[in-house]
């Protein structure tokens, strides 16, 4: 009986302990499962977006700098590629200068080849587009923060679910069979596009990806027409055009400026010369210059949070900004980024002001994502200085 008892006891610790351990890896495992369903949607728009980006293209040529009184060979595009800060910043470095909604950080619009388009009325796609999966398309990416009052049925109102402010990752979309872009960029030899320009004087050269901005007329739910949400709870986005190490390195560009030269303040259009402009060396004219060209690498940089965040956040007013994304110099410096974004980067002190220390003081669970991506479409050319 001694040696029975004996026994059952020693069963019955061993049972306890498998049991206590059964219980920790069962709450391990479902900790782990939540987090990583927590943040699959953005994980999942952040490869979408990188990956459309990497697709970008100019389909570049070299003809005459102007066909009427000819004096060189140039580079030429019909098509653009142009990112920077949305509404932070200067004015004429804005892509979004109306403002008719908060959209804080940076944007990004490019053309590629995705063979997108929507049907007809008919419902089914335009016969003339049907099998063309290449076909060029407007694409973009940027934040807008508001309600979600166009994103949902008629028939739920906010009297029977309350609106809910959010901070949200769009993405621009612009069927072929609408794509406007030559109706911008053709027949202006020696034109100088900038982003400061008003549509009534005729020089809205950035008419082709503004339309994404466009207000949805009266009761439309849907949204805008060409843009939809590719995800939620992203609070902040950085576009870093960069150069090649092997071309920084070869132009001898010191090594703290390899990263932010191309774009010192992140704006980067593919129809003006950029910092080669501001350059004496014919050295760094060519490595510099950005007209018709698409940047090698472009760093895409972007936080999310949860929802139980959001919620945590209570954002009442789309200009609600607990964040401090919406502050005029909010990533307006490249050679900033860190400061602006992290807390306690490896190149940088710890910045008191930056997103990441704000999150961590409000106790909100948060993600970074970033990475550096290079467009196959690019290919550099230092031939060109003017």
Known sequence: MVELMVSLALISVLMLIVVQITNQTSATWRYTA??????????????????????????????????????????????????????????????DSKKTQVRPGHGIFFQAP?????PGPSGAEPPNYMGLETLLNTWGYYLEVGDDSRFRPNHITKDIVPLRVRSRLMEFMQPSSQMNIYKWTSGTPGAKPNLNC?????????????????????????????????AENVIALSILPKLSPEDAKEAKIAENRRETILAPNYSYHSAV??????????????????????????????????ELSAQRANLRLPTDDP??????????????????????????????????????????????FSTN?????????KAQTN
């Open 198 to 230: 008003d549509k009534s004087s005729n020089a809205d050269y950035l008419g082709w990806f503004r339309g994404a901005f466009v207000t949805p007329p009266a009761g439309a739910n849907q949204g805008n027409l060409l843009s939809h949400v590719l």
């Open 273 to 306: 010369a950029g910092p080669a402009l501001n350059e004496t060396t014919p050295l760094l004219k060519g490595v510099l210059n950005t007209k018709h060209q698409l940047p090698p690498v472009v760093q895409v940089t972007m936080i999310a949070i949860d």
């Open 323 to 368: 964040f401090g994304v919406q502050n005029a110099n909010f990533l307006t410096n490249a050679s900033k980024q860190s400061e602006d974004l992290l807390y306690n980067s490896l190149d940088s002190t710890p910045s008191a002001s930056s997103i990441e220390k704000r999150l961590i003081d409000r106790k909100l669970n948060y993600r970074i």
């Open 34 to 95: 939540t987090k990583a369903e927590q943040f699959r949607e953005a994980r999942t728009a952040f490869d979408t977006m990188t990956r459309r980006i990497s697709q970008a293209t100019l389909n570049t040529y070299w003809d005459y700098d102007d066909p009427v009184a000819p004096k060189q060979y140039i580079r030429q595009s019909e098509l653009r590629f142009i990112s920077g800060p949305m509404q932070n910043g200067p004015a004429t470095n804005q892509l």
């Open 373 to 381: 991506v290079h467009l196959r479409g690019a290919k550099w050319s």
């Open 114 to 118: 995705f063979g997108y388009n929507v």
